[in-house]
């Protein structure tokens, strides 16, 4: 049987297609649509070696370059934005471009994106960054200066009589601030990566923000779909959008221009945003290769920059003249657009920027003490990590504890009865042998491995053993205060509560319509029950996604439904930015976590509940029982060994339930519902890729759930034996 | 499927019918009403920004389902691929997990061996690492056996977590099924194993069933680790390419909603096939006895 089954699995695994034979230049891109159709334009004129161009998901771009490249897996150059160089040089995933990079030809912003001193890291293609559209249909002249747009409030008319937002952008995100920020002087990061979103200058620009929106000139809880959508839909007069705004109005009718971003009255200084400059970069072996250094001289070429233009791309090149139109207008915004700071510290400063902005725009505190609050966490987060210590105690302590084990297991060997015992088990061993290798291999070592992680600080080449500095600074919450947003036990706290309160609605959702639906005379059973288990038939980061939508404080469907209320029964609600505040958030979280979750209990106790004999509920009816006493004292009872097994297994997955958290609240507000895993998270991809703290977070919630269950385990044991007596 | 909340004597009140009614329409007001948001997203044309109540699509068009079921890469019609990938990956875990768990499921259930409550003890455990950490090095395992890049390498991670829940769930399946059913097998000659083949397999029919299905489903909706694993479009499983559709700065979300539906559907299907088996495999082996 057992070989029967390694030829089975070897057959499944022969049927799988190998990988495909490697080709001689390796081209790395997240391209798609558009710029995919370009860059394949672009190396059709390649008459070199031939090129594997890989298309990546962009999500995960980043990761499996660092992942590949070390490995000499990873591409010979590879398309991406400037502002991750000071990531990549720290992994050491590029190498500079030399004479890759033709000199004088690029515009100055670019350049000044790429090089360090006088080394070029990159070479510049196309220039990212946004500008302003104008609804040529709806306006016909721009506002002298950005708080002229107050004064359109009101004023403008869409032709289907719908109201029209003066301006459209994400108010709350920090990538548009810092160009209202530009225009006091500021940047988000100074050039000794210190927190720049501070001071007198960060209070105008973000109070000029919230004033855009009080005014209504604005809209308040705009992203990147919303701004589409409202520009696209003629119901917003001007955007300040990127090119991939123009993308997406392709097949509408809508007449509009790109022009340049204005000036903010109260200084007289224009707006600069923010410059992404999509680069070639060499990996360390590719650099080496004269071909690949002429491929990206290629993909930097005049015609290159034409081909890109073509397809509504904004060359890096200044001495190629743009076709005029939005590719033109782009081009010249970028020429006064500041570069993003490619330092890895930029990556910290982000979620504290944003968090200080929305803070701000809710009116929750002061302006100047949320952006005190957002350079202390900066700093935090930036704080230098433990120095090394040497691994000699805890390999002295594993020692000791291998020594221990060796002499407990000769003690078991050499007991009485063991061999006896070995003889019993063996048919036994025969069965579960191949189960206990492949859950060896595939589980516990990743999870050793990982939880070894804890032990280190830093990455690459400066990862270090720190012994337990990790543990110490989580359990200590870093110094702070106990209770602070983001310490360990109140995010712990958090967990508990959400972990309780989802257990508590699953279960009593999923029993409360298992016992209706198990009722024999119900009509259209087999329908309710197929509609009912639906939510975990879709894929749940799809449904999360769509309850965030339906959460929008102004467009989702939460907010349609209460102003329905309004009318049909005359009650004043008022719309809630469910995002706000805790209550609220941690309450749509639930919500869709609930969602996700019920139809899982719901079938296990239809299950358990076709296992209670009819007969004993009989006999308690015939007893008096009435159907509540049958129901608590019947029915709970003989289903409750079934349900534990789920209940206890629903509470790990909510406990560590990463995607509703994450795609939902996203941890709003400033954090506060952030549960244990996404702290991790956080740790480890948004605050300067801090595995090993990361992994002590994971270590920390295994440990805890590993102690509960055991203490659940034997409470229930002592519990059966006390009956028994 | 007989039933035990049976109450046949009593007399159901039209009131009491009322009520349930009520109570499921409610439940699957809530169940349905995302879902239908995602469907109309799908087949929306131009949306006026208005908040509204009902999941009604304006402007109706294919327009969106077309583009992402037509996706081509050269001469390649890419999302059949896509679609192939997610099938052959999911049912490739399906298989592998069911197939690992089937003995060793049986072996806890009948067998008394040294380790096995550590050895349950210790599956249960594996279930509360947060993958966040053990992600990294299952990949740099990969690596080192040339399955980065590959559907096997995906099944293999896939696998890791799809092999302890089946052998919880088979397990439980054949704890449900009465000894004497094998015993009876092996007074007439059967062996131990043959026993387990010809009697215990086929009553556990249904719990192996919906065991592959959970296993297919989860491997089916994964993309994580997919988007992590896989570096090449034509290996894509679908969850990536939906992932796709929202990028950084360009989210076309009716495009997400359309891949959705259309990733959906099988699972749906699949779903409604087994619904029936659905209660009775799921939880069949929880009550001992």
Redesign the interface.
Known sequence: ??RA?VT??FA??AL?????LAAPIHL?HAY?DDELAALVAILAQWKGEPVDA???????YN??LA??IP?G?GPDLFIAEHKYLGDFRYRKLVAPVGDALEPGVFSAPALAAVRDGEVAWAVPLSNKCVALYVNTDLVSRVPGDLEGMVDLVGTIRSP?G?AVVPLAFETRNAYYVAAIFSAFGGALLDDQDRFGLVGPAAVRAIELDRWLIEKHAAPEDA????V???F??G?AAFAIS?P?LA??LGG?NLHYRVEQLPIVRATGLPMRPLLGVESVMFSPTGAARAEVRALARLLASPEAALIRARYGTPSARSDVVMPAGDVRAFAEQALTAIPMPSSRAMSAAWDPANRAIRKVLRRDVDTEVALAEAKHRYDDVRRPLPEGTSPLPALLLLGILGLWGAFRWTQIVRAPGFGA??R??A???A??T???I??GV??????V???A??LTAGNGDERRYVGLANFVSILTARGGPLLTTGSFYLVLLVTVFWTVCNVAFHVG?GL??A?????????LR?V????????????????A???K??FHR????V???L??LDRTLGLDLQPIDWFARFSTAFAANLATNV?LGF?FMM??T?????????DV?EAA?VDGATRWQRLRLV?LP??R???M??V??GA?WTF?M?NVVFLVSGGDPDGTTDIL?SE??RW?FTRENQ?GY??A???L??LM??GV??LGARTARLRAQAEAT | MSNAWQEKAERVSPLESVASHAILVLAVAFALYPVLWVVSLAFSGDRPLVPEVLPIPHHPTLRHLTAVVTTRHGGDWLFGRQLANSIIVSLATAAVGVIIAIPTAYALARFRFAGKERGLAALLATQMFPTVASAIPLYLMLNALHLLNSRTGLVVCYASTSVPFAIFQLRAAFEAIPVDLEEAAMVDGATRFGAFLRVVLPAARPAIAVTSLFAFMSAYNEFILAATLLGREEMFTLPVVLQRYIGEYDQQWERFAAGALVVSIPVMALFYVAQRHLVAGLTSGGVKG
């Not at chain 1, 309710?528 to 449904?543: G, K, M, N, Q």
Request: aromatic share 12%; proline share 7%.
């Open positions: 049987m057992k089954l089975a699995l499944l695994l799988l297609p190998r990988r495909a790395w798609r890989v298309s990546l998901p962009y999500d995960a990761a499996k992942a590949a490995l897996d289907s719908a992203d990147g779909a919303l589409t959508n409202l696209g839909s119901q990127g991939w993308a997406s509408k015992e070995l019993r088990s048919p036994a061993y069965y579960v191949h189960a206990v492949a859950v595939l589980v516990i070592v990743p999870l491995l990982g939880a992680t804890s959702i409360a319509l016992l209706v639906l198990s009722r024999p005379t119900l009509r087999a309710y029950r197929v509609l009912l288990i639906i939510p975990w038939a879709v894929p749940s980061y799809v449904t996604l769509a309850w939508g339906m102004q467009f989702g469907a907010t349609a439904l102003y329905w969602w139809p079938v296990v239809l299950g358990a509940l076709t296992a209670v004999p009819e509920l009816k029915t003989m289903i060994p079934t349900l097994p789920a206890t297994l790990i560590n990463f895993v991790a998270y480890a595995y990361a992994a977070y994971a270590v919630i295994f759930l590993f269950t055991r």
